[in-house]
């Protein structure tokens, strides 16, 4: 079973708007990951943020951690269409957990 | 890119066969880990091997199994295939040095189909 979940499972924006995707799981944590995978490919990894960190940037990306709620964000600014993919969170180190992941598509 | 290859790309057995599936490693990682993708679903962890020992099991059945080279390279090995058994293998493989595990990179996949 997946301990991880993505919120919404699936989101369609025009390209320039912002996406922003959300994870929720259920125990305790060290660090969340966050992944992209592209027509059920590999995984590329994008971020990584701690527990004792609530908000992290790479690029377009910004990673957000509430760890009293429970809960990450993943939010892509003035996407483009090379950015339609499928987005997980992970939990773990030896074993990543994932979620089941959002499914982003950007509208030219 | 991430350095990690894996091989086939694609594979199409039957019920009952065994498969192998391989990955090499990222340059300078000694850890490997599997993992197995359904259609829609997230990956879902099978097995990690450190230093050509396995270092932790997800819940899968014996069928599963594994090997580490001294190369750091792997294989996975799946006997008795099942039609349940079609998905996505990843491999990933990252850097554990003095008890600190480092992020994991994950190779592109052999998408085994099972009829």
């Known amino acids: 079973s997946q301990q991880g979940e993505e919120d919404p499972q699936a989101l369609s924006i025009q390209e320039g708007e912002n996406a922003t995707m959300n994870c929720s799981y259920k125990?305790?944590?060290?660090?969340l990951q966050w992944y992209r995978q592209n027509s059920g490919r590999g995984l590329v990894h994008l971020i990584l943020?701690?527990?004792?960190?609530r908000e992290k940037h790479s690029g377009r990306l910004r990673v957000t951690l509430d760890t009293s709620k429970k809960s990450s964000s993943l939010l892509i600014t003035a996407s483009r269409a090379a950015d339609t993919a499928s987005y997980f969170c992970?939990?773990?180190?030896?074993?990543?957990?994932f979620g089941q992941g959002t499914r982003l598509t950007i509208n030219p | 890119e991430t350095g990690v290859t894996q091989s086939p790309t694609h594979l199409i057995k039957t019920r009952g066969q065994q498969v192998t599936l391989r990955c090499s490693s990222q340059?300078?990682?000694?850890?490997v880990s599997w993992y197995q993708q359904a259609l829609g679903q997230g990956p879902q962890f099978i097995f990690q091997?450190?230093?050509?020992?396995?270092?932790g099991r997800g819940n899968f059945p014996p069928r599963f199994s594994g090997l580490q080279f001294p190369n750091y390279s792997s294989e996975l090995n799946v006997n008795a295939l099942e039609l349940d058994d079609s998905a996505l293998y990843l491999c990933?493989?990252?850097?554990?040095?003095?008890?600190?595990?480092?992020?994991?990179?994950f190779g592109p996949g052999t998408r085994l189909l099972v009829l």
């Open positions: 340059s300078g990682h000694n850890t």
């Open positions: 992970a939990r773990g180190a030896q074993k990543l957990v």
């Open positions: 990933a493989s990252s850097l554990e040095r003095g008890g600190y595990k480092e992020t994991q990179y």
């Open positions: 943020i701690r527990s004792n960190e």
């Open positions: 091997y450190y230093r050509e020992e396995e270092n």
């Open positions: 125990t305790s944590i060290n660090n």
